[in-house]
């Protein structure tokens, strides 16, 4: 059973950096497409990022667009997600996801897509 472990959350300050990482152990990570979602208080989740299997083709959402930077180093299970110039916007839980499919890039901004899931970070940026 694949277990993903987010961590590198915090509280920060309007235009500070932050990165996250996600662990993934006991099951397959490097044939699969990652994601990161999010969800904020008394909001959906929603979809921020999402990166191949060999981390050579990245997705964004377009309110994190040039601020984010999604990667993975398949050597280490991690995917890792750098925020810069982090906005109140962007306050919520961050989770990463392993895609349901192997090679597969097919809704990549579903999170209906994604088997499954870490328990979340908190990324709450102040004003």
């Known amino acids: 059973q694949l277990q993903l472990v987010e961590s590198g959350g915090g509280l920060v300050q309007v235009g500070d950096s932050l990165r996250l990482s996600c662990a993934a152990s006991g099951g397959t990570f490097s044939s699969y497409v990652m994601g990161w979602f999010r969800q904020a208080p008394g909001k959906e989740r929603e979809f921020v990022t999402a990166?191949?299997?060999?981390?050579?083709?990245?997705y964004y959402a377009d309110s994190v667009k040039g601020r984010f930077t999604i990667s993975r180093d398949n050597a280490k299970n991690t995917v890792y997600l750098q925020m810069n110039s982090l906005k109140p916007e962007d306050t919520a839980v961050y989770y990463c996801a392993r895609n349901s499919r192997t090679y597969y890039y097919g809704s990549i901004r579903s999170g209906n897509q994604y088997t499954y899931w870490g328990q979340g970070t908190q990324v709450t940026v102040s004003s």
């Open positions: 990166i191949s299997w060999g981390g050579g083709t990245t």
